[in-house]
């Protein structure tokens, strides 16, 4: 998927029983989801059972990274917490079908839109851990 850049001061995620697995992922440069061992279906964000199937057995299945901005937002007001500049948060579809909600990165926010393609990356927080961020696979100057 990539290396893990620095951009900034990003607070750490919320490392939870069900998220560790992802959180875990992504430190290695990797973008993974939860799949049903009973449905096979994925889903994000994790939890302890298949919200189809009510299963409990699960594995985490690696992801293209490769998606699609279904809609976005910058927030202004008040400022976000670890960003020197607003952030673009973006819902993403994925190739697989799941949608994340992440952030965009290396855009101006007038030459975003709806069904730029997008692919996954990592950044750094501020205490060393990674999360992902999606940046445009075009040229959309």
């Not at 994925?42 to 985490?60: G, Y």
């Not at 997008?118 to 040229?139: H, I, L, M």
Request: charged share 20%; glycine share 8%; net charge negative.
């Amino acid at each position: 998927m990539g290396n893990v850049e620095n951009l900034g001061a990003r607070p750490d995620p919320v490392v939870r029983v069900d998220s560790a697995f992802f959180w875990e992922a992504c430190e290695r440069g990797e973008f993974v989801a939860q799949r049903c061992e009973g449905c096979e279906r994925l889903w994000h964000p994790p939890r302890p059972m298949c919200p189809i199937c009510h299963s409990t057995e699960k594995s985490a299945a690696a992801l293209s990274g490769k998606g699609v901005v279904m809609s976005y937002v910058m927030p202004v007001h008040p400022p976000a917490y670890g960003f020197a500049e607003p952030p673009i948060a973006a819902l993403i579809e994925l190739e697989e079908g799941l949608r994340f909600v992440g952030t965009l990165v290396d855009v101006e926010p007038a030459s975003i839109r709806v069904g730029m393609p997008v692919q996954v990356s990592f950044a750094a927080t501020s205490g060393g851990k990674a999360v992902p961020v999606f940046r445009p696979t075009e040229d959309i100057t």
